[in-house]
């Protein structure tokens, strides 16, 4: 299984980045996916996830900025993020869930994407 991120850079604070994770080796369209992102000397949180079946849930401090979706076709899930503010730079990294049975979930994660945003 592969989850490969890219799109990260350095932006200016208000300005828009969208990040791209494009998997293989497994089957896209019955995974939940979602963004995460990891600051230096913090924990990692979530950004942003979508299921299987397309509904979207975003941590409170992006809702309304960052958005979601995800391209069956393409094995790609991507999040259009605007209105950056420096201190969501981070590492932003993919992920791909499924529950197997109540004591067994499928996650994979991808290596990482780093954003900086510039004040």
């Known amino acids: 299984v592969q989850l490969v991120e890219s799109g990260g850079g350095l932006v200016q604070s208000g300005g828009s980045l969208r990040l791209s994770c494009a998997a293989s080796?497994?089957?896209?369209?019955?995974?939940?996916m979602g963004w995460y992102r990891q600051a230096p000397g913090k924990q990692r949180e979530l950004v942003a996830t979508?299921?299987?079946?397309?509904?979207?849930n975003y941590a409170g401090s992006v809702k309304g900025r960052f958005t979601i979706s995800r391209d069956n076709a393409k094995n790609t899930v991507y999040l259009q993020m605007d209105s950056l503010k420096p201190e969501e730079t981070a590492v932003y990294y993919c992920?791909?869930?499924?529950?197997?049975?109540?004591?067994?979930?499928?996650?994979?994660w991808g290596q990482g994407t780093k954003v900086t945003v510039s004040s």
């Open positions: 979508i299921t299987s079946g397309g509904t979207t």
């Open positions: 992920n791909a869930e499924r529950v197997v049975t109540t004591s067994a979930t499928n996650r994979y």
């Open positions: 080796g497994i089957i896209f369209s019955i995974y939940a």
